[in-house]
């Protein structure tokens, strides 16, 4: 796999925690990190397997 999608990834987990921190705390949350954290977590996960899924289905195509 292309390095470069694993790093979309991990940017698009730190933004997803970034605005889940924000809007954890904004709700007054009683953990917010905590929350935040999941969240970006199953957002990086998500991203991983569809980044991955794609990179897949090209080099599928090129054969």
């Known amino acids: 796999m292309n ?4 790093k979309y990834s991990i940017v698009i987990g730190i933004i ?4 889940g921190a924000v809007l954890f705390l904004a709700i007054d949350s009683s953990s917010p990190y905590l929350a935040s954290l999941v969240v970006a977590f199953l957002i990086f996960e998500i991203s991983f397997y569809y980044l991955f899924g794609k990179e897949r289905q090209k080099n599928k195509l090129l054969k």
């Open 16 to 19: 997803a925690f970034v605005l």
């Open 3 to 6: 390095g470069k999608y694993m």
